[in-house]
């Protein structure tokens, strides 16, 4: 998953998906992004076969770093957490977010990526 998304809203603007970003963002400017993250989901997810997940899964969201810097892990990952969870629902992958369905959430840090900087997101 990118670590951000563009959305059009006075004019074309790019938004990152991190918690300091969210906080800040006009409602119906993070439901657009959440929208905008779900049909993202949805394009990846179209790859394999439409079906219901055998509950519970447990997600892995493996961070990738664009700089040397140090960063929060869960600053850049619980976004694309809510917003992956949502997603899943919203998709009739599973049927609900609570811990019965999705009952371990694990944040990594993957490294550094000049160029490949994302959120990669597994599910078991």
């Known amino acids: 998953m990118p670590l951000s998304i563009e959305l059009w809203v006075k004019k074309k603007k790019k938004y990152s998906i991190s918690m300091n970003t969210y906080r800040n963002l006009h409602y119906q400017v993070s439901n657009n992004l959440k929208i905008a993250y779900k049909n993202i989901v949805k394009d990846q997810l179209s790859l394999y076969p439409k079906i219901k997940l055998d509950t519970p899964i447990t997600l892995t969201f493996i961070f990738y770093n664009w700089t040397k810097h140090l960063s929060d892990l869960e600053n850049q990952c619980s976004i ?41 997101i597994l599910v078991s």
């Open 80 to 120: 694309h957490n809510k917003f992956f969870q949502d997603s899943l629902v919203e998709l009739w992958y599973i049927d609900d977010d609570n811990y019965n369905f999705i009952n371990k959430i694990t944040y990594v840090y993957g490294g550094y990526r000049k160029n490949e900087w994302c959120v990669e």
